[in-house]
């Protein structure tokens, strides 16, 4: 019974880094084995559908190779880059960590409200949900439109996602959140007691998926 | 951390059982443990709208009193009895199987079909699929409308089982397959190997789930 | 032909008195008489998913004795409790107040408002909206979110109920509003009269649809 | 307290005969009394989208010279020809039988099937389950395909309807039937204890939500 | 090969103008030649479902009678009114600027708004949109709610219109806007400019898809 | 005012071929002219979605060296692939056949059917009629399911195509039908003849829309 791979299909090591840390309560003794790497091909932020598009063909050869060595794969994007490529590479599972975030809050609260990192990127989402068939289910999608560069910037990307998170919880009536982007799980605990509604970390949530399904061999 | 509650609402022993030997492989040695039990106030079977509204009842006092000893709660009934209530009772993650299958098979085709026991079951199952928001995913339900006495035949059971799902893929364009009881595992693999498309068993779909939750704490 | 029996799940008499006045123009002379009862067992007030599905086995059982003398069962309360398990205990005509008031008010606005008592209620009140495939007609559901204690003060209440009301209007497109709840029967008239656009009674609205179901025999 | 007048817009007085005798046992004692009427200038069958527009004129001018006179209308045809601009010439209440035939059949099954007389009548009527955003709930809509010459034909008409309600009921999961058209309601009883499920005569189902609307005066 | 022929259905000179200007860019030589006309017997305006129904019969007979002459007709009005009669009453392609208008924004934006002139025609406008199933699409529609003297000041309609296109896409989410007017077209161009998102004028959108539909014969 | 670059990401030179001939219409003296090309990069037929994906980069890459060159891009594959990273990549109009075609087809009946080339094209189908948000309005979309070794039998995949034509007309209820595959336009009138509803070729329902937007310049 192999590991799972989770793939950060962006090349920022401290994303990965992030996802990698979110892991650790899924590391269950016995269980599979959670491996996170870079892709090293892509960009160092997936912002546009550009950058999307771009990495399936890496993402497609990565699995393809190895896939004997592994039991699942985790595409850990908020845009699920690949994923339906992906699938039809491999027998194995394939999970993406919207689809699995977003299914995940369906089970924690009727309305679910997405924080995004960029504006430009909530079309590109609403598509996915749409495909996805649960949109009677969205409060909205907000941003919270910080440049990158402000990103690293601990505090002021907290109080941005408390002020998007609260609007969502107040304004569009969310009774849970979605983490709209990978490696930000640290701010999960935080943000989840100062909204006071779920909050979900989506890599956390995929992962979570994905650790069944290695076991049920469907 | 503690163990997962499985509980099977109706009185029947036998599905109980069924319940627990689906559960093997999701029993990881440094995981949660999975008990499996019956609601001794359950009726023999979930038929109608009243069963299902008559267990919630003891479902909440079984779940409120036991909440200090498990970690997680699934209620393993295809109705999800009493979700909702037993949410209320508790902090703690519980999953119903109906929930966690249809969103399972969400990430395992575009269209689900779901098979049935009884057809009088299904407009109760459109309920919940609408007020899940997915039913511009759902291909069909239909049921096998096999008498109780004869669900014990095996393989008049699986025959028919394999009539619906092949209706379900052929006329009505699902991709992935739902059984809609619990308690029959043991037909699910053979089931997706005569079929040629996914078929989920909700049971370990829910466990699944509620795995990665306990670990999770949220 | 029969009497129309109105429950009121939750056992607070002036809730039923409130009820009752409202039914005094639907009164007619040669019509089926319109009693209302208080379900003794129910609780003071139906707030939780928990009071919802603990009213339904009393209301099976109610429903069940009585189904003689009645020709039909109105449950008024804006969850509808035990709708469909009180519909399995009787070939009588039985109807949910959320039901008919949510579907009488399609046929006043292309955009209905809810005005809901309590916040928490909402998540479950869009189940239902959800399972009765209306979600596209919805304008939003807002709460009046007035502690039990204050709902006595009638100015207060009113006044929240307004505020409510032109939101519902103003922000979310709603050209007709359904009172969220029952035995309020007393501010619908000016309400309506404040915001400019028709309110729905709920208990009203259930309680005509009842007389001509009495009078059709299906 | 007025009179309900219903309008057949089609100018078959036969139609009106029919639809008056379907208004028997909704002539309740104290009651508003039920008048129905020919609109002269309405053609013999109501089959075009030109016929509905054609029409649309002599309704409004009838209603906006008649409204001192009555308490309420009802729009015979099931294709609710006017219904909104009609609306807007009275403030009296104007009810279609194709919306409230629907929206009863809401409240006896979880999907509903439409019996229509012609098959190019469907996308005019898809169209109008569209507005009212109640699509989720049809399970289809299935023409008799009748020649006008043939309707007289009871036995014939009346096997076709069986045979186009068991379709609804067996191959598309209809739980309840609207009939879809006027005029009809002499097969309602007989067809629904063929079919084996409720059948719902549209002209009723508007007229019995009239009755009240015309007593609680909003 | 013959003109496409653009009915404004109102009988305001002025708006016929405005949309003859709007074709200039669609006039290419070769290609069919677009006449713009006043429909003589429409009202000023087209502000209530009973203008849009009070020209419909004029529409199908003016269509009827020039169908010969004509390659496409395409109704300048944005509530489509007629759409449906007009199309049974000849073979040549009828289209309208409502559908043309929104069906060409969706391959503009993900959602759609529609900055409507007045906030009573936003109801019919979005029974419009139920039947084309399009709402999970929809931002929002809002009105700019000019009085009609103030509609020729072309500094306060521009005012208005920039600031109800601004919370379309503040507020609502919407990525493009439809001008739910005609005989507007000269706004769009600095609107788009001041918005900064793509701003489709309706009648544009449909002659431009009328033009393929006269070479292409369907 | 520059041509049309309409280009097929396949590298089958017979499709580019089917798909000029079916420009023939459309090129209108004085009107953009329409080039079609064929990419060289892409595989002999999009089958797959890793065929979508794979050319993604390359469609990217030459409407990016070649935007200057032309007024509009339409992509000729009926899974519109890389549509949204090339409108990223070019201020230019980009059109997709299936977004067209689909589009189109709304203007021409209530249900749409598809007649696609390949079952398992059709899951990925449905997700992009799902982002589109048209769900509601699709009849269905079934398969010819020919090997390709016998596409090129004119005969056989005509039969074909009736036999399912008239299956989405009768047992599903399409009122128009869409062509879901490029480059098979000579079917598309005797198609249309023999089933009796409309039926869209998408590479023409896309070319006419980007005709206008050439002229309109957004």
């Known amino acids: 019974m192999g590991n799972i791979l989770v793939i950060n299909p962006n090349?920022?090591?401290a994303v990965t880094r992030g996802i990698d840390e979110a892991m650790a309560p899924l590391r269950i003794p016995g269980g599979p084995g959670i491996e996170c790497m870079t892709l090293a091909e892509g960009p160092p932020g997936i912002e546009t559908q550009q950058h999307v598009d771009g990495v399936i063909a890496p993402l497609v050869k990565l699995v393809r190779e190895r896939q004997g060595e592994y039991a699942a794969f985790v595409?850990?994007?908020y845009s699920d880059p690949g994923i339906f490529?992906?699938?039809e590479a491999t027998d194995k599972p394939v999970l993406g960590i919207s689809e699995c975030g977003v299914l995940t809050a369906l089970t924690l609260g009727q309305k679910f409200g997405v924080?995004?990192?960029?504006r430009k990127s909530i079309p590109r989402h609403l598509r996915y949900l749409g495909a996805m068939g649960v949109m009677d289910r969205l409060a909205a999608e907000l941003p919270i439109e910080l440049p990158v560069t402000e990103l690293s910037n601990v505090e002021k990307?907290?109080?941005r996602m408390l002020e998007v998170g609260k609007a969502l919880r107040d304004d569009h009536g969310a009774n849970v959140l979605v983490m709209g982007c990978a490696g930000m799980a640290r701010y999960r605990e935080p943000l989840q007691d100062a909204v006071g509604i779920p909050v979900v970390e989506p890599s956390q949530a995929a992962v979570g998926m994905a650790i069944a399904r290695t076991r049920l061999n469907w």
């Open 85 to 87: 490529s992906v699938r």
């Open 11 to 13: 090349s920022t090591e």
């Open 75 to 77: 595409i850990a994007c």
């Open 115 to 118: 924080i995004a990192i960029l």
């Open 157 to 159: 990307t907290f109080g």
